[in-house]
């Protein structure tokens, strides 16, 4: 098996590509080993020192760090993930519970701007964000503000805020003049 690895914007994490899907049509963000419960590969993955957090993607794992250096972690990190796609072990345990971001918050009056929305970030939005070991989700909008949770490697990345404001958020005006302001959750 072998393992291709990416960098991403934010230096603090990796993106590790095993040549197999990981999680088809979904993503999990697990921020903490306490979280990590439903899934045996982020579990095997805390288990490493120093990963302090694993987004699981359609075909990708980005691995955050704390401290330490990558040539010392990523040959762990490696190990790990290959040991368990060579057990045949689920990504997810059978009793896993779907995950959820948190409730979705708009007026319903706004739905078809909320549409939308949520069609530029899947088709404009996600597909670079996934490039770069990430993952971004609609949480909300009110007052022309839209409101989004960013996972994986977007999360704490030094870059974030510039793809936001710049990025996101200039796409969303562009298309929706309803949109004043982006904002993380």
């Given amino acids: 098996m072998f393992i291709q690895t990416e960098a991403t914007p934010n230096p603090a994490t990796l993106k590790f590509i095993p040549g197999r899907a990981v999680l088809p049509g979904d993503t999990r963000d697990y921020r903490q080993v306490d979280d990590a419960e439903a899934s045996p590969l982020a579990r095997r993955l805390f288990d490493v020192p120093g990963v302090t957090g694993v987004f699981l993607?359609?075909?990708?794992?980005?691995?955050?760090?704390?401290?330490?250096?990558?040539?010392h972690l990523k040959p762990a990190i490696l190990?790990?993930?290959?040991?368990?796609?060579?057990?045949?072990?689920?990504?997810?345990?059978?009793?896993a519970e779907e995950a959820t971001a948190?409730?979705?918050?708009?007026?319903?009056a706004d739905e078809e701007i909320v549409e939308t929305i949520k069609e530029l970030?899947?088709?404009?939005?996600?597909?670079?964000?996934?490039?770069?070991?990430?993952?971004?989700t609609f949480q909300g909008y009110r007052d022309g503000v839209v409101f989004l949770n960013m996972q994986g490697a977007c999360s704490g990345c030094p870059s974030s805020t510039a793809t936001l404001k710049h990025g996101i958020e200039n796409l969303l005006r562009h298309f929706i003049p309803e949109v004043s302001e982006v904002r993380p959750v």
Avoid: C, N
């Fill in 57 to 71: 993607g359609d075909d990708f794992i980005a691995v955050t760090k704390a401290d330490g250096e990558w040539q």
């Fill in 79 to 95: 190990g790990a993930i290959m040991e368990h796609f060579l057990s045949d072990a689920p990504v997810l345990a059978d009793d």
């Fill in 121 to 136: 970030l899947e088709t404009r939005v996600q597909p670079a964000v996934a490039q770069d070991g990430g993952h971004i």
């Fill in 102 to 108: 948190g409730d979705e918050f708009y007026d319903g």
